[in-house]
């Protein structure tokens, strides 16, 4: 069965294919065009440009050096593509890191990654102080009179730090069913052709286009497809810090947005909430969705109420993101990812190794200019995700005779909450130290508004007493607020196989188990 793939043609890039370069091309082409919006504060390119080159000033002066890892702890507001930009202006390299994150985590990124910088909003700043005063790196408070002012008071750096394409950009922290958080290096080769393939062919923006920013920046479909886009474009974007669907409508009509860019169960929070009649919906001309599999019915139903093509694609945080797409100029089919995107190579791999027989489900292999460059200070994970040039996916699909790609399942135990990812060893590992767990396994459940909800199933040890209230309440102290069991159940003894492990798929969770 032969593979499907695009052509892999060179993506056309500027002469240096660096991030920095995406910003300086726009400020000098669309200076006085709006760049970033966040209700009334508005940035053109020229400022955004201008106030980042003061922030890598900043950074410098603060010892980043080419190389040099800084995280982000920043919601969608205006500071983030600032201080995004910054960094990379200083040679750095950006940690993006979800702000919801609790210190226990925040600094198991900043001591894994070496950031010696953490920039955060003003409401997230008592977990990455305590983190960054564990670690020893220094903490500054985006948004702070402090911070503006030095801000403020920076030369700025006329030209960014000298990078090279393959050097890394951005270090995004991911994780599979087994062992500690990974940080997917992505250098800016990734970055730059996976944001001009976004523009280009995917969703074909422009000077005059406007972008839903609702999707997380510090998650890699919403900085490639969203902020790096619409910064390679010259277009629009404007941000959502938090997700709500009635202000993402007055966002959609107010600031006239043509691409809105989600995941399914934003769809689903806007079909919930009712779309008004009468809304001015005139401008939005596409609408896109990752991160999780959309069901027909919801695309059916987002595309009427809206009253706009929904195309959905695919992808992962090792792959910048975007693999897949049903491209608007084609023939598409709902409930598929599509085809392979513009310099990028898919094949499903049998569990043999070999290619899966026409029809046969197989796991996904991606090659090309998105795959990164590996995982940061992990050879041994990175051996067993990319073998023979081939990212290994943990995804399960089948392709039709045209080529287009129908998700499966996923090979791993991955559980996809509202868009964000909950990975199950992590919140096992803190139930594990719970004094009256003995054994733990966390799954996913199907749930009507979120998509998945993330269930314990819990054994005690003997003589032990705890109440499910109890359980919840200890892991959410732990870990970010997305990432606690909302559904905790006892039972005697947990499905095994022959060597002892634990089988997930045989677990049944009743969400209606009286508490301990």
């Known amino acids: 069965m032969p593979d499907h793939s695009a052509p892999l043609a060179t993506s056309p890039l500027d002469t240096s294919p660096l991030l920095t370069s995406l910003l300086a091309g726009s400020a000098r082409t669309h200076?006085?065009?709006?760049?970033?919006?966040?209700?009334?504060?508005?940035?053109?390119?020229?400022?955004l440009d201008d106030a980042s080159a003061r922030v890598a000033a900043l950074l410098r002066a603060k010892g980043v050096r080419a190389g040099d890892r800084v995280a982000l702890m920043l919601?969608?507001?205006?500071?983030f593509p600032v201080a995004y930009y910054g960094v990379l202006r200083a040679g750095g390299v950006v940690v993006p890191l979800n702000p919801l994150l609790k210190a226990r985590e925040v600094a198991f990124a900043l001591r894994d990654s070496g950031a010696r910088i953490v920039v955060v909003s003003p409401q997230f700043t008592d977990e990455a102080a305590t983190a960054a005063a564990e670690v020893g790196a220094e903490c500054l408070v985006a948004g702070s009179t402090e911070f503006d002012a030095l801000v403020r008071e920076s030369e700025p750096m006329p030209d960014a730090v000298g990078r090279t394409a393959d050097d890394t950009a951005v270090i995004l922290y991911t994780s599979g069913t087994t062992g500690t958080p990974k940080g997917a290096e992505l250098t800016h080769r990734n970055l730059v052709t996976n944001a001009l393939t976004a523009a280009e062919t995917l969703l074909q923006a422009g000077p005059d286009d406007v972008l839903f920013g609702g999707l997380p920046l510090f998650h890699a479909f919403g900085q490639t497809c969203a902020l790096n886009t619409a910064v390679a474009a010259g277009a629009a974007l404007t941000l959502l810090p938090r997700f709500?669907?009635?202000?993402?409508?007055?966002?959609?009509?107010?600031?006239?947005?043509?691409?809105f860019l989600g995941v399914p169960t934003m769809y689903t929070a806007l079909l919930n909430s009712g779309v008004p009649e009468g809304l001015d919906l005139s401008r939005l001309r596409l609408a896109v969705s990752g991160g999780a599999s959309l069901p027909v019915e919801v695309l059916h139903d987002a595309e009427n109420r809206l009253g706009v093509t929904l195309l959905e694609g695919y992808g992962l945080s090792e792959t910048s993101p975007v693999a897949a797409f049903n491209s608007p100029d084609r023939p598409r089919k709902a409930g598929s990812i599509g085809l392979p995107?513009?310099?990028?190579?898919?094949?499903?791999?049998?569990?043999?190794?070999?290619?899966?027989?026409?029809?046969?489900?197989?796991e996904i292999a991606i090659r090309g200019e998105n795959v990164m460059k590996g995982y940061w200070n992990r050879p041994d994970a990175t051996a067993e995700a990319i073998r023979d040039g081939w990212f290994h996916s943990g995804d399960l699909a089948r392709v039709?005779?045209?080529?287009?790609?129908?998700?499966?399942?996923?090979?791993?135990?991955?559980?996809?909450?509202?868009?964000?990812?909950?990975y199950p060893r992590e919140i096992e590992e803190v139930l594990y130290e719970h004094p009256a767990v003995a054994e733990a396994a966390v799954?996913?459940?199907?749930?009507?508004?979120?998509?998945?909800?993330t269930a314990a199933v819990i054994t005690l040890r003997a003589g032990a007493h705890a109440m499910a209230t109890e359980i919840r309440d200890y892991v959410k102290e732990r870990v970010a607020a997305y990432k606690y069991p909302r559904i905790v159940t006892f039972t005697d003894a947990l499905p095994k196989g022959a060597t002892g492990k634990i089988l997930k798929r045989e677990i049944v969770v009743d969400q209606h188990t009286p508490e301990h």
């Open 31 to 47: 200076g006085e065009r709006v760049a970033v919006r966040q209700d009334e504060t508005v940035l053109t390119y020229a400022q």
């Open 75 to 79: 919601p969608n507001v205006v500071h």
């Open 244 to 259: 709500d669907p009635v202000k993402a409508l007055d966002i959609v009509c107010g600031d006239g947005v043509t691409i």
């Open 341 to 362: 995107v513009r310099g990028v190579e898919l094949r499903l791999v049998a569990d043999d190794g070999t290619t899966a027989a026409p029809g046969a489900i197989g």
């Open 400 to 422: 039709d005779e045209d080529g287009f790609y129908f998700i499966v399942d996923r090979k791993k135990d991955l559980i996809i909450r509202g868009g964000y990812n909950v």
């Open 443 to 453: 799954v996913g459940v199907p749930h009507a508004v979120h998509g998945e909800e």
